[in-house]
């Protein structure tokens, strides 16, 4: 079974809000996906597809990830069951890990044990 499928369901897929999370808590959570599954998926509707697009290139610039596939698409949402429905764009960005990112995340990591030490001090 493929890394990041459970029962037929993706698992690696992040909906990005740009409200609710700071731009850094999803750089840390695809971090996290990409140690997990290897790779990761980026969704983001109508004004989140800018937030989607800088999450990805924050990670393919500090190394940490590989773009594997970009998609946009126009999706039909309704604000009410019985309301017309109104196009919304999306975008689906998915990363993979770069050859480098288990060197950069134990860098990471060091980083963090030799902050905290410093803040004990």
Known sequence: MEKGIID???????????????????????????????EVELSGLGMAI??????????????????KKIRTLTIDM????????LPKA?????????ADFDELMAAEEDQKEIEGSDEQN
Request: hydrophobic share 35%; proline share 3%.
């Open 90 to 98: 999306k975008i689906e960005v998915s990363l993979g890990k770069s």
């Open 8 to 38: 037929g369901v993706k698992k690696n897929i992040i909906q990005v809000s740009n409200s609710k999370k700071s731009l850094f808590f999803y750089v840390n959570l695809s971090k996290r996906y990409l140690q997990q599954y290897d």
């Open 50 to 67: 800018n937030t989607v697009v800088t999450i990805a290139e924050i990670l393919k610039d500090s190394g940490f990830a590989v773009e």
């Open 78 to 85: 309704r604000d009410d069951p019985g309301a017309r429905p």
